[in-house]
């Protein structure tokens, strides 16, 4: 098995957990906000309007646990309301054994076990790829800022243009391999 989402979350929280049992151990917070970020890589939009969030205090290295809100939306296109849902995760000799919790209200259970099926089983040097390339932008972006009226920042705006395009193209990429619309 590659280095996947689900992968990287159960070793992560491990570490977090032996660190955080040491008083002052100076890995506790790198191991925090690791878990932070891949939170952030987790899915988002699209129904699952205010994010996927780590369970922290229930996951493991053996057991994931997700917590998730679900926004419906009704026949004519208007939000009718929210169903909670925790997705709990193990892993299992074929993939993943995905277990989700809350009401299956228009059956949205079958679509969550869909997208987070493939984002856990989603390569992380591919996210991470997507968000070098934004850090990148970032980092430039903050050049151009700074740079002073006689600074030459043209070989800088064509790079910034090139990394738009390339965040772009994985991201569409990503989001066809995840069935969401563009």
């Not at 939306?73 to 909670?84: C, F, I, K, L, N």
């Not at 228009?106 to 591919?126: C, S, T, W």
């Not at 740079?147 to 070989?155: E, K």
Request: hydrophobic share 35%; with cysteine; net charge negative.
């Amino acid at each position: 098995m590659n280095n996947t989402m689900i992968k990287a979350i159960a070793q992560t929280a491990g570490a977090y957990r032996r660190c955080a049992a040491i008083p002052g151990h100076d890995w506790t917070d790198k191991h925090y906000e690791r878990l932070l970020w891949l939170q952030d890589q987790l899915p988002s939009g699209s129904g699952i309007d205010s994010g996927t969030k780590i369970n922290i205090d229930a996951t493991t290295e053996d057991k994931v646990v997700l917590d998730v809100s679900f926004h419906h939306m009704d026949e004519m296109g208007g939000y009718d309301g929210w169903t909670e849902h925790v997705v709990i995760v193990r892993p299992a000799f074929n993939g993943l054994n995905l277990r989700i919790t809350g009401r299956d209200r228009n059956q949205v259970k079958g679509y969550l076990y869909q997208v987070f099926e493939h984002a856990l089983l989603e390569d992380v040097p591919q996210i991470a790829r997507i968000k070098g390339l934004k850090d990148e932008r970032h980092s430039l972006t903050e050049d151009l800022e700074y740079a002073s009226a006689n600074t030459d920042m043209s070989a800088t705006i064509t790079r910034i243009g090139e990394l738009n395009v390339e965040i772009a193209d994985l991201e569409r990429k990503d989001r066809a391999l995840r069935g969401v619309p563009s």
